[in-house]
């Protein structure tokens, strides 16, 4: 009885907990390895391959039937022009050696007993050779590095919204009272706009397919 009470308990708490992430892997410059290509993306679901592509193939294939049957035509086709275009800024870096460039962003959540869906994280975090590089954190809506190599660019991201803002603020000045432009150069506004920007679409591919359920629990 007292273990039947527990099991009882725990169904009514319990949650089921989703992540939803996205992986861009960039070579300095190929390398001459079978399955090894210059510009890799992957989408994971609960950490299940859910669709990719690569610079060889360059084609956006989905790896979960659902995937292929339940998403309309123009989706693949946005993804695909997303991912020509990462693989398009990746050949920026240095080709005297290989080097390994990745980005991860994504989120997680928790589906709650009544069906309703909490947000726990947002993920946006860049690796280079394998080491820790830059990471947003969704908490203090600031960009992290972990490493003095990263400072630079954690300070240019750091102002380059404050930049095109201050820009748009003398373009349309008479669009826009002070207390406005004020309200906008808040630090941490400006952090959020930039992890929503990040995480929303994310969010609401996430939260249609739980709401279909198509879905497996895994």
């Known amino acids: 009885k007292i273990q039947t009470n527990y099991l009882n308990v725990k169904n009514v708490f319990s949650t089921d ?3 939803l992430n996205y992986i861009y892997t960039a070579l300095s410059k190929p390398v001459e390895l079978p399955g090894i290509h210059e510009f890799t993306a992957m989408g994971l ?3 299940k391959q859910i669709d990719y592509y690569d610079s060889v193939s360059k084609k956006k294939i989905p790896k979960q039937d659902w995937m292929k049957d339940k998403l309309p ?3 693949w086709e946005k993804a695909l022009s997303h991912a020509r ?3 398009s ?3 920026s870096m240095d080709h005297i050696y290989v080097h390994i ?3 991860k962003h994504g989120c997680e959540i928790d589906q709650q007993p009544d ?4 947000f726990i994280k947002g993920i946006d975090q860049y690796s280079y050779d394998g080491d820790d590089f830059l990471a947003f954190d969704d908490a203090t809506m600031q960009w992290v590095a972990p490493v003095d190599q990263a400072l630079p660019t954690k300070r240019k991201w750091d102002g380059e919204c404050v930049d095109w803002l201050s820009k748009f603020m003398e373009y349309g000045e008479k669009e826009f009272s002070r207390s406005d432009c004020e309200y906008l150069l808040t630090l941490n506004i400006i952090g959020a706009v930039i992890a929503i920007v990040v995480l929303i679409l994310a969010s609401v591919v996430l939260f249609v397919l739980c709401k279909r359920g198509t879905i497996g629990r895994s």
């Open 115 to 118: 069906g309703t869906l909490k």
């Open 89 to 91: 800024g990746s050949k």
């Open 85 to 87: 275009a990462r693989s």
């Open 73 to 75: 035509a123009d989706y």
């Open 17 to 19: 907990m989703y992540s």
């Open 101 to 103: 460039l990745q980005w």
């Open 45 to 47: 679901m609960n950490n």
